[in-house]
């Protein structure tokens, strides 16, 4: 498997994993891995010296690091826009290469949304944009008008957020086809979801991992990988996993 890729990445969820169990992590299942989030705002506890250790181990096996979206909404929320230079001035320093911008929590017009991805990108950041919301559903039309709004600002790639794509546990179809049928899908990762969204299941989480491979292709993007699942995941990919192989179309 080469790397990087474009299609077929796989992100996963680095919610503070010590660095002894990432690199056995990365040992065992680096080449399986294109991206790490560090979850949330969890970077700003780590000590400095593991955090800079972490993220070379991350870039000597080709897996991208980069900062969750809503670190960036809490600096937003609490110092406002005159203070995001200073936080992309401190991504690079410390060495990241990338960073997310969102609203998960705190909503942005798309005016704000394009100026903070035009702004981060200005400043020598790759910026991932990521659509939706955890706690609304909103209509497929407006995560389009999202991602369009990404794309145009200089967003490298966008993440749909998982809660958009389920409802009562199961996968909303019209807006995977929506999204398969408007967006350049090389471009987009759509997000599992996880425990974070009340009601989901682990069963239900492979269920729509399952749905997405056979909707999309083995090739679709995924996002938010549990570090446990990311062999299970590539297995499922290739028609090892518990789905069995692939299906054959009929003609």
């Known amino acids: 498997m080469r790397k990087p890729r474009r299609s077929g990445q796989t992100m996963v969820l680095d919610d503070g994993l ?25 970077v700003r506890l780590y000590p400095r010296k593991a955090l800079l250790e972490k993220l070379r181990l ?13 670190f960036h909404e809490y600096v937003f929320a609490t110092q406002g826009a005159r203070a995001l230079p200073e936080y992309y001035a ?43 919301s955890k706690e609304t559903l909103s209509k497929p039309a407006l995560l389009i008008s999202q991602a369009e709004t990404c794309f145009d600002a200089g967003a490298a790639l966008v993440l749909v957020e998982a809660a958009e794509l389920i409802e009562s546990g199961k996968l909303r179809t019209r807006t995977i086809d929506l999204l398969t049928r408007s967006l350049d899908m090389s471009r987009v990762m759509i997000e599992l979801p996880g425990p974070w969204i009340s009601g989901v299941r682990s069963c239900d989480i492979e269920d729509m991992k399952k749905a997405l491979i056979a909707a999309l292709g083995p090739d679709v993007n995924l996002a938010n990988v549990t570090v446990s699942s990311i062999i299970d995941t590539e297995a499922a990919r290739v028609g090892l996993g518990t789905a069995g192989p692939p299906k054959k179309k009929r003609s």
């Open 90 to 132: 401190e991504a690079l320093a410390l060495g990241f290469k990338a960073i997310e911008i969102s609203d998960n929590v705190v909503p942005l017009t798309e005016a704000q949304r394009r100026a903070q991805i035009r702004n981060a990108a200005a400043a020598g950041l790759i910026v991932f944009g990521e659509v939706g």
């Open 58 to 70: 991350y870039q000597r096996n080709h897996i991208q690091p980069f900062l969750g979206g809503q």
């Open 18 to 42: 010590p660095l002894v169990y990432t690199q056995d992590l990365v040992a065992l299942a680096g080449a399986y891995i294109d991206l790490a989030k560090i979850k949330t705002g969890t």
